[in-house]
Nanobody
Framework: QLQLVESGGELVQAGGSLRLSCAASRGDLDYTYAIAWFRQAPGKEREGVSCISSRTDITYYTDSVKGRFTISRDKLKNTVYLQMNRLNPEDTAVYYC???????????????????WGQGTQVTVSS
């Protein structure tokens, strides 16, 4: 089974940028996988942030990050990125990437769609 690893989280000032990466520690995170980014802040429920479909790379974003975050896929590196710009303290959370089973084309911001999860990476935005 695919095992995912996130990286790139760190402490950043409000208005700054970060790029999170999601790769596979076992298996290849290739274009057959629909991938999503979720986040969970302390005391809050896990929230779907963005996703990218398999094959066609159609993307979706939750309203609070539209225009600031960009999800993308590097098919040579088998890595999915989340570029986060104009960060604010409300973006502070542990960010997780998740994948659907291979060849499941569509993506969703619902966690129920995903079968493999990474361990998370902490993003902290200071004011």
């Amino acid at each position: 089974q695919l095992q995912l690893v996130e990286s790139g989280g760190e402490l950043v000032q409000a208005g700054g940028s970060l790029r999170l990466s999601c790769a596979a520690s076992r298996g290849d995170l290739d274009y057959t996988y629909a991938i999503a980014w979720f986040r969970q802040a302390p005391g809050k429920e896990r929230e779907g942030v963005s996703c990218i479909s398999s094959r066609t790379d159609i993307t979706y974003y939750t309203d609070s990050v539209k225009g600031r975050f960009t999800i993308s896929r590097d098919k040579l590196k088998n890595t999915v990125y989340l570029q986060m710009n104009r960060l604010n303290p409300e973006d502070t959370a542990v960010y997780y990437c998740a994948s659907r089973p291979p060849w499941s084309v569509e993506c969703s911001l619902s966690s129920d769609w995903y079968s493999a999860w990474g361990q998370g990476t902490q993003v902290t935005v200071s004011s």
